[in-house]
């Protein structure tokens, strides 16, 4: 019974997002099943701002399962989003899913999350995750889940044990810096974001100076744009290391678990534990976080 009111003359985007919305017991019918449902959801407006009698309304909905998984010595924990683009979860082949912070990271924005398809098998920890079926209503998720104790993947040896290949030097390195923390930089040549935030990086070499901070790029990308990538980091005195890992490589592969499909991304290690403190894709953001630690 409420009215949902915006001002469209200040609003930038042509997409309205409005979140936790409520079906309060609602008849709802799939075929000869019918379910009183009470569900939370998002509603997505996308209107022509010169055309607003003409807007197309879409629907969210998520659902969230958190769990423990006990094999032997080992226990792992995991939570798991599944969203479906509709009140009901009928159309398998549109429903989503996510894993949780395996990467225990403490400051993270949302594009940590990436969403996968049903039949999708996704690597989480010592587990192997895949999203089978789902209920016709989302009472019920079924998921096959394996247990490989023989290959834990483990973030914290991961960066400590790491060695790349410097792009300009081919010396090889670590992901780690002198330093008491490294800022670990995902970007590539062709992403203007990227480029724009590096010149944002140099001007701010203060700051990273005073909280004892190294920086290294980690380039993954098609081999053929590789001399790209060194004339632009000569050309503009990019005075870090940067790491080439080729598209496709299984160099490329043991990063998967950093679920970096966006660029530019940032995660801010703490090289003492090896553990990551922090992940955004703006490094403005990521300068908010820095001020935090000593």
């Known amino acids: 019974d409420d009215d949902l009111v915006f001002d469209y003359a200040h609003y930038h985007s042509n997409e309205l997002k409005v979140e936790n919305l409520i079906f309060q017991n609602i008849q709802y019918s799939i075929g000869k099943e019918v379910k009183a449902l009470s569900i939370p959801f998002d509603l997505i407006i996308k209107f022509n701002k010169k055309q607003l009698q003409k807007c197309n309304l879409y629907l969210n909905r998520t659902l969230l399962w958190r769990g423990t998984i006990n094999y032997k010595a080992f226990s792992?924990?995991?939570?798991?989003?599944?969203?479906?683009?509709?009140?009901?979860?009928?159309?398998?082949?549109?429903?989503k899913f996510s894993i949780g912070n395996n990467l225990q990271i403490k400051y993270y924005d949302d594009s940590y999350k990436s969403f996968y398809s049903i039949k999708d098998t996704v690597l989480h920890a010592a587990l192997?995750?895949?999203?089978?079926?789902?209920?016709?209503?989302?009472?019920f998720a079924y998921f096959d889940i394996s247990w490989d104790t023989n290959h834990i993947f483990s973030v914290h040896d991961f960066i400590k044990n790491f060695l790349g290949r410097d792009i300009l030097t081919n010396r090889t390195v670590g992901l780690f810096g002198p330093k008491k923390y490294t800022l670990l930089d995902f970007w590539t040549s062709w992403c203007p974001p990227c480029l724009k935030q590096h010149q944002i990086i140099k001007d701010s070499a203060s700051i990273f100076l005073s909280k004892k901070i190294s920086i290294t790029g980690v380039i993954i990308d098609n081999t053929e744009n590789k001399?790209?990538?060194?004339?632009?980091?000569?050309?503009?005195?990019?005075?870090?290391?940067?790491i080439?890992?080729?598209?496709?490589?299984?160099?490329?592969?043991?990063?998967?678990?950093?679920?970096?499909?966006?660029?530019?991304?940032?995660?801010l290690v703490d090289n003492s534990s090896n553990s990551i403190i922090a992940r955004t894709q703006s490094i403005m953001k990521m300068f908010e976080i820095i001020k935090k630690i000593k």
Do not use: C, M
């Not at 001399?227 to 503009?236: A, C, D, E, G, P």
């Not at 080439?244 to 991304?265: A, L």
């Open 76 to 95: 792992q924990d995991f939570l798991i989003d599944l969203i479906s683009p509709g009140i009901d979860f009928k159309n398998a082949y549109d429903v």
């Open 244 to 267: 080439f890992i080729s598209t496709g490589s299984q160099d490329e592969q043991k990063f998967k678990p950093f679920n970096v499909d966006i660029y530019p991304t940032y995660f």
């Open 128 to 139: 192997k995750i895949k999203l089978d079926s789902v209920s016709s209503f989302g009472e």
């Open 227 to 242: 001399r790209n990538t060194i004339s632009y980091i000569v050309k503009h005195n990019i005075h870090w290391s940067n």
